[in-house]
């Protein structure tokens, strides 16, 4: 392995997704972080009932080609409060309220047992901002029949997509590009049928509450679509209920808007090339740049991401599965840079489609965006840990309300910070570590004072509240009951669950990250969080394994092997002995039904295999030949019909090369590559 340099443009170009033809499963996006635009192979959203998303829930079914943003978010009328949907728990503390959820929850949909539990899942949700596609002359719908010579290509060293195709015989050629730090798309559509006919049609829903449709077509009379023409182009005021945001668009090529319905828009053309520049934003978008100005912006921006920060070459590997795993890296940094890396924490579905109606899960973000300051891309992560003080008050709400310090994060969330109801998520823990765990690693890749300045509240709020869940028991600082471990299949146990393995360490290893923020901001110690640390039980230990907690059954086998990521995600700590860490792996890898699994498992087993000094093991878990750990051509994490895209998945896998290519603190070098594979890489930061 060599930290060398490195033909950045080689390695990215070779990596650049051609398409040739309708691939349902794996359309192409442009985005910043904070807007993205999914389009099929016209280069527009001309075909979404082409590229489907299942609703889990028994709704309308979605699309893929979504226009989505951080911004974006809809509520139908609604007031219900959370403490509707509360139930008393015991616990070692005495009775606590739990946000909780009667109704029946499970990976097959959801039947809330009240319209409070309904409407609290479901509001707010991300809203699909409008639908941009080819229509034919008369607003008439076109047809992927229409098509043929398809060839698109995604150019991920510029970041524009180019679509050239015959529709019913004519030539067309469409450039999609998005601004990098403005929520405005640029189009050029050029082809002589715009002369004859061949226009873009725009068309604007109302919020969905369904699983997987961020669009409801069905209720035109419950929102508004305002047509404003303006010299250069046309405006569109939308309002839903108490949403509301501008579409702005700029024309070239002689082109002119009619409204063909309440919220349906015709642009044609006269002139046989025309340039759409599209804004849209919570308030009127003033100074539009140009066609090209956008396609300059994209094409600098995306060329220094990709000269700057880690890179790893795989070229040099004498292995056949150099190539996938180089591509899946490549592909990764680009729909994580477009997914994630906005100012709220993405949801697992990115800016894509709606999973969860849009809503984020925080247990999730360490697995979005740990990986950015590890790739020397610190500041992507720091967009969206910066919510977390905007939440704070609402997150020391609930801790005290719990009888707790400090503050406790939700698990399924909006932009407000509210939990969502639910038998699971108001109990997990594991995603109270994370902003203590991300704003460490902004620290090393950053700098003390930087770090001390934005996360310093954060990090101690934090250790507070896990310092004060804690319960000294006669084994050691218990956590829970109540409690849902990483693992969800404990769910129905919850009021019994207790010290669960990964949770345990993880724990301990946060709690000494915070006192050493304590020191470096010149406070003294905190004892209460050292007690907690230090006397934290120990993780059971049944036949020689590690169990997923130390309550019956201890380990069921389904869902997320979570023990193994006691040491692998965690770093190492006095609880995990090695050697017993090392057979719950094989003992894991030998048994584990893998259709149960979710996409981040793949890259967390690959962590613990390489902190146990077994690489070829954590390329085995990192490329394992399953459903759930499949990348399709656009690079994105499938994982059934209902979570089309899964962003965990590829975050993860970029935290894991990190990993195995740059190591960890005290740890071996080169720790995660057999030594025939001749990595390359630069820039990359060693994990704690």
């Avoid at 924490?345 to 999973?355: H, I, K, Q």
């Avoid at 969860?356 to 500041?379: D, I, K, N, S, Y």
Wanted: proline content about 9%; glycine content about 10%; hydrophobic content about 40%.
């Amino acid at each position: 392995m060599s930290a060398g340099r490195i033909d950045r443009r080689a390695l990215v170009d070779r990596h650049a997704v051609e398409v040739t033809g309708i691939v349902p499963e794996s359309p192409l996006s442009v985005g910043n972080g904070e807007l993205c635009y999914t389009v099929d192979v016209t280069g527009l959203q001309t075909f979404p009932d082409r590229h489907p998303v299942e609703d889990r829930t028994g709704g309308v079914p979605g699309t893929l080609l979504a226009t989505m943003s951080s911004w974006g978010w809809h509520s139908v009328p609604g007031s219900y409060e959370l403490a509707e949907t509360t139930r008393t728990y015991r616990t070692p503390r005495g009775p606590v309220p739990y946000v909780d959820m009667r109704g029946d929850l499970s990976g097959a949909g959801e039947r809330p047992a009240s319209g409070a539990e309904s409407w609290l899942r479901a509001n707010p949700h991300r809203l699909d901002l409008g639908r941009i596609g080819l229509a034919a002359a008369g607003g008439e719908p076109l047809s992927p029949a229409d098509l043929s010579g398809v060839h698109q290509r995604l150019d991920l060293w510029t970041g524009t997509i180019t679509s050239r195709y015959r529709l019913r015989g004519a030539p067309v050629h469409v450039t999609t590009a998005c601004h990098p730090s403005r929520d405005v798309l640029a189009v050029r559509v050029e082809s002589p049928l715009l002369a004859g006919g061949l226009g873009v049609r725009l068309a604007f829903p109302y919020g969905s509450q369904d699983w997987g449709n961020a669009a409801d077509w069905t209720r035109p009379s419950a929102h508004s679509s305002v047509l404003r023409r303006w010299e250069r182009g046309f405006t569109v005021e939308r309002v839903l209920d108490g949403t509301a945001y501008d579409v702005t668009v700029a024309l070239t090529g002689g082109g002119a808007a009619v409204a063909t319905g309440p919220h349906e828009f015709l642009v044609t053309f006269t002139e046989p090339a025309a340039e759409l520049v599209i804004a849209f934003r919570p308030a009127p978008a003033t100074g539009l740049p140009a066609f090209h100005e956008v396609v300059a912006a994209s094409g600098g921006h995306w060329s220094r991401f990709w000269s700057t920060g880690g890179a790893v070459d795989l070229s040099a590997a004498r292995d056949d599965r150099a190539p996938e795993l180089e591509r899946r890296v490549v592909l990764s940094q680009y729909l994580t840079a477009v997914h994630c890396a906005g100012s709220l924490p993405p949801a697992e579905t990115g800016l894509m489609a709606n999973s969860w109606r849009g809503r984020f899960h925080l247990e999730m973000h360490w697995w979005h965006g740990a990986h950015f300051p590890l790739w020397g891309r610190a500041g992507l992560l720091e967009r969206s840990l910066g919510w977390y003080a905007a939440v704070l008050p609402r997150a020391r709400a609930t801790a005290r309300d719990q009888g707790c310090p400090g503050a406790r994060w939700p698990k399924q969330t909006g932009p407000d910070g509210r939990e969502s109801p639910s038998p699971i998520g108001p109990f997990l823990i594991w995603q109270q570590p994370h902003p203590i765990y991300l704003a460490e690693l902004v620290r090393r890749a950053t700098g003390t004072e930087h770090a001390l300045e934005r996360y310093a509240d954060l990090v101690m709020d934090t250790a507070a509240f896990m310092a004060g869940y804690a319960v000294k028991g006669q084994d050691g600082y218990a956590l829970g009951p109540p409690l849902v471990p990483a693992q969800e299949s404990y769910a129905e146990l919850r009021a019994e669950a207790v010290n669960p393995t990964f949770e345990l360490a993880y724990w301990s290893w946060a709690l000494d990250v915070a006192q050493r923020w304590r020191r470096l901001l010149g406070l003294p110690p905190e004892p209460s969080w050292a007690e907690v640390s230090a006397g934290m039980a120990r993780p059971l230990v049944r036949d020689g394994v590690y169990a997923a907690m130390a309550a019956p059954p201890y380990t069921v086998r389904d869902d997320h092997p979570s023990m193994l990521y006691a040491l692998g995600l965690v770093p190492p700590t006095r609880l995990i002995d090695p050697a017993t860490m090392r057979a719950t792996l094989h003992d894991v890898l030998a048994t584990w039904p893998w259709e149960t699994a979710w996409g981040w498992d793949f890259p967390a087993i690959a962590m613990t295999a390489t902190r146990l000094g077994e690489p070829e093991t954590a390329l085995r878990a990192l490329l394992m030949p399953v459903a759930k750990n499949a990348c399709l051509p656009n690079g994105h994490n499938r994982q059934s019909a209902t979570l089309p895209a899964y962003l965990p998945g590829n975050g993860g896998l970029l935290a894991a090369v990190a990993l195995m290519a740059a190591g960890w603190d005290g740890g071996p070098p080169a720790p995660g590559f057999p030594d025939s594979w001749a990595v390359a890489h630069e820039g990359l930061s060693p994990l704690p």
